[in-house]
């Protein structure tokens, strides 16, 4: 199959109101088309999208559960509650769980970390480590990142511990049974930003409990250059309270005095003015590559270490994992755009291949979906069971049409432009067939 072109459609000029928005905002006639290109056609709105700081920055308790969420932990904190936050181990998930360790621990919690292993555990929550947990004496769950989607695992252990789901991936038509869910985009939730990365919703309920603690320092900014390094790295769009957090974090990041994204900078060779080119494709990619080859824990050390050494260890340790991860993404890609190659051009991609690593599969069908602007599902098969990634473009709703073709998955989740799933390989083919009619 060839790479296709694009057809550009442009929007026309608006002069009169270019000029407008020029002058009263000091910018040139062309960032304020660009401006106007994006809908933002008045002042307010434009001097918001460019200029917003932590004003910007939302009441956290405007989400659904947030009183319940915050009374749970400061009780488990005065009562000395052993917590274990559950996190992802992709970069938005990793420093969800850094970010929420460190506020933890700052306000006197008895806190533990836990990451899946992605090969052997999977993306999300799981009975045997909850079953793990539990045992070990964990009272309280908070899940980042993870967790709408949990039914049956949140049900299996209501009894035994409580858990509190911040997540901000699409809720299923039935929620988990948990104490507590903060997720934007679920039910009842009037939260304006609807569009939070995993680690936003979990800086809300960082906001919500410092308020409760320290009413006259309320907006817990210090924390924002790890909340904007996993903003970038999970690709939401950056407007509203995001763009606020990027702006608010790219600016800290540069003059950080976190240890370990000190290390990462340095062994990135990254210095000066940090931008989101620099986030997304050069410190991202290496929190990345822990999760993806080895495990994410890593990642999250790095973040909450307090010791210069072990933060420059991890940093080298995540440079070469990443170095491995490159390696491995290339034959990926070749073996499967070999696969796309050898077969007509479907609506939908779906490709699998035996014992593709399922930490880098995700990587290749972005690249795929840019190669060939087609929505594209990656599957990697082991003993008749797969593991599948996949992407999407802006018209296309992956997430529904997953839920369209539920019958023939093992599980699934995700939202609009990412999505992960299992399935058995013989429904493969009903797979492909669905998502093409969808």
């Known amino acids: 199959m060839a790479k296709l072109g694009r057809l550009w459609r442009l929007a026309p000029p608006q002069t009169e109101l270019s ?18 290109n994006r809908g933002i056609l008045d002042e307010e709105s434009a001097r918001e999208f460019l200029f917003s700081g932590v004003e ?16 749970r932990i400061s009780q488990a904190v005065f009562e000395g509650q052993k917590i274990t936050v559950y996190g992802d181990y992709d970069v938005d998930g990793i420093t969800a769980s850094a970010l929420m360790y460190r506020v933890l621990s700052s306000l006197g919690a008895q806190v533990e970390y836990y990451i899946p292993e992605r090969q052997s555990e999977g993306y999300g929550l799981n009975a045997a480590a909850l079953e793990t947990l539990t045992q070990s004496g964990t009272k309280l769950i908070i899940t980042v990142d993870c967790g709408i989607s949990a039914v049956q695992e949140v049900t299996a252990v209501q009894h035994e511990v409580d ?41 809300k309920l960082c906001q919500a409990l410092w308020a409760h603690y320290h009413p006259d320092k309320a907006m817990l900014t210090e924390h924002l250059d790890i909340v904007a390094l996993g903003t970038i790295a999970d690709i939401v769009p950056l407007v509203g309270e995001n763009r606020a957090i990027v702006r608010l974090g790219l600016r800290q990041l540069a003059a950080t005095e976190n240890p370990g994204l000190k290390a990462l900078q340095e062994v990135c060779g990254v210095t000066g003015r940090v931008d989101t080119g620099k986030v997304g494709f050069v410190l991202a990619p290496r929190l990345n590559a822990a999760g993806r080859i080895s495990h994410a824990a890593a990642g999250v050390e790095l973040l909450i270490t307090n010791d210069a050494e072990r933060a420059a260890e991890l940093s080298a340790m995540l440079n070469q994992e990443n170095i491995t991860r490159q390696l491995v993404e290339k034959e990926i890609l070749l073996a499967a755009d070999q696969l796309a190659a050898a077969v007509p051009l479907d609506k939908v991609l779906v490709l699998a291949g035996e014992n593709w690593h399922p930490g880098v599969i995700g990587i290749v069908a972005s690249r795929l979906v840019e190669k060939y602007y087609r929505p594209v599902v990656m599957i990697s098969l082991k003993d ?17 049409a997953l839920k369209d073709a539920a019958d023939y998955l093992i599980q699934f989740g995700g939202h609009r432009q990412a999505a992960g799933l299992s399935i058995e390989e013989k429904h493969i083919n009903k797979l492909r067939q669905c998502l093409i009619a969808f």
Do not use: W
């Open 56 to 71: 910007r920055l939302g009441d956290p308790y405007q989400l659904k559960d947030m009183a319940k969420a915050v009374d």
């Open 384 to 400: 008749g069971i797969g593991k599948g990634s996949c992407r999407s473009i802006p018209g296309f709703d992956m997430y529904e």
């Open 19 to 36: 000029l407008f928005l020029s002058s009263s905002l000091g910018i040139s006639k062309t960032v304020a088309q660009v401006l106007i």
């Open 163 to 203: 858990i509190i789901i911040t997540d901000h991936h699409q809720p299923p038509d039935i929620l988990p049974p948990a104490y507590a869910i903060l997720n934007p985009k679920q039910p009842g939730c009037l939260y304006q930003d609807k569009q939070l990365a995993g680690v936003g919703v979990a800086f």
